[in-house]
T-cell receptor, first 116, second 114 residues
Framework: EPEVTQTPSHQVTQMGQEVILRCVPISNHLYFYWYRQILGQKVEFLVS????????KSEIFDDQFSVERPDGSNFTLKIRSTKLEDSAMYFC??????????????FGSGTRLTVV | DQQVKQNSPSLSVQEGRISILNCDYTNSMFDYFLWYKKYPAEGPTFLISISSIKDKNEDGRFTVFLNKSAKHLSLHIVPSQPGDSAVYFCAATNSGGSNYKLTFGKGTLLTVNP
């Protein structure tokens, strides 16, 4: 069964450093997302990406965050200058157009980001 | 602003019995509702969805009921199995939006005891 792949599974970084979280979505999917879950809290929407541009972003997704789909397969989330409160599990997801309401997204296993 | 609420952080049931997980929402624009299951160290996995024009959707042991007037939905698992032990998230979306953003609840940890 096709899956969404995320790397690395765990990243530790120092406050103020830049991190790039990588994702390989399912190949025929058109919508791409990043969500995050701070420990013990709900899964929160960060950003959606469609047709090579951001279609929606949340309040969390400020100027420190950016996304790219540089080569047609990878989908990356960059945090320019990490803060302690960025520590969370970051999930990438992808979906086929319109299929979300019937089959949901396919999520990756997540990258646990720890900012120290 | 919790648009999707799961008020029970945990639920414990015996194997073979029914598990009922509840979810409430506040946003009237939501027209599709989804349930996800999440095991530790894994991403959420889609279980079942329901459209706001229906009041019930069934898939094997899983049934979702929607009470639109009460803005309430529930997931029934019958019979419950130990492998069902996981965190269950309720999510909602407005299909009229162009990007199918999901709004999640905080989740309910289900423990099914053998």
């Amino acid at each position: 069964e096709p899956e969404v792949t995320q790397t690395p599974s765990h990243q530790v970084t120092q406050m103020g450093q830049e991190v790039i979280l990588r994702c390989v979505p399912i190949s025929n999917h058109l919508y791409f997302y990043w969500y995050r879950q701070i420990l013990g809290q709900k899964v929160e929407f960060l950003v959606s990406f469609y047709n090579n541009e951001i279609s929606e972003k949340s309040e969390i997704f400020d100027d420190q965050f950016s996304v790219e789909r540089p080569d047609g397969s990878n989908f990356t989330l960059k945090i320019r200058s990490t803060k302690l409160e960025d520590s969370a599990m970051y999930f990438c997801a992808s979906s086929q157009q319109g299929a979300v309401v019937y089959y949901g997204y396919t999520f990756g296993s997540g990258t646990r980001l720890t900012v120290v | 602003d919790q648009q999707v609420k799961q008020n029970s952080p945990s639920l414990s049931v015996q194997e073979g019995r029914i598990s009922i997980l509840n979810c409430d929402y506040t946003n009237s624009m939501f027209d599709y509702f989804l349930w996800y299951k999440k095991y530790p160290a894994e991403g959420p996995t889609f279980l079942i969805s329901i459209s706001s024009i229906k009041d019930k959707n069934e898939d094997g042991r899983f049934t979702v009921f929607l009470n639109k007037s009460a803005k309430h939905l529930s997931l029934h698992i019958v019979p419950s199995q130990p492998g069902d032990s996981a965190v269950y998230f309720c999510a909602a979306t407005n299909s009229g939006g162009s990007n199918y953003k999901l709004t999640f609840g905080k989740g309910t940890l289900l423990t099914v005891n053998p």
